[in-house]
């Protein structure tokens, strides 16, 4: 199992920027990738950004431009730099953290229990 804790969430005016962290308690591989998902009110859960333990990136469009994910040199921390943030950013941002394994039976999932962010207009 894998433990992933995150920080950083709170509110915030538009235009402003918040640092999103997530500490996990195994490290990816080559064969794991690391990223923030969020869910708005009402809506479903989608992709925000990921990143692999090469730090390959991938963004959703929405957020492109204006959030950068980033990892340690460990790769076991995950953060989400996010500026000019709007009211529609708006969101639980959840960590999230994939293990592929040799037969895609086994590749698992973890999530971490997800912090608020609230931007204000």
């Known amino acids: 199992q894998v433990q992933l804790v995150e920080s950083g969430g709170g509110s915030v005016q538009a235009g402003g920027s918040l640092r999103l962290s997530c500490v996990a308690s195994r490290t990816i591989t080559s064969r794991g990738i690391m990223g923030w998902y969020r869910q708005a009110p009402g809506s479903q859960r989608e992709l925000v950004a990921t990143i692999t333990s090469g730090d390959s990136t991938n963004y959703a469009d929405s957020v492109k431009g204006r959030f950068t994910i980033s990892t340690n040199n460990a790769k076991n921390t995950v953060y989400l730099q996010m500026s000019s943030l709007k009211p529609d950013d708006t969101a639980v941002y959840y960590c999230?953290?994939?293990?592929?394994?040799?037969?895609?039976?086994?590749?698992?999932?973890?999530w971490g229990q997800g912090t608020q962010v609230t931007v204000s207009s």
């Open positions: 999230y953290q994939k293990h592929f394994a040799l037969s895609p039976k086994y590749d698992r999932d973890y």
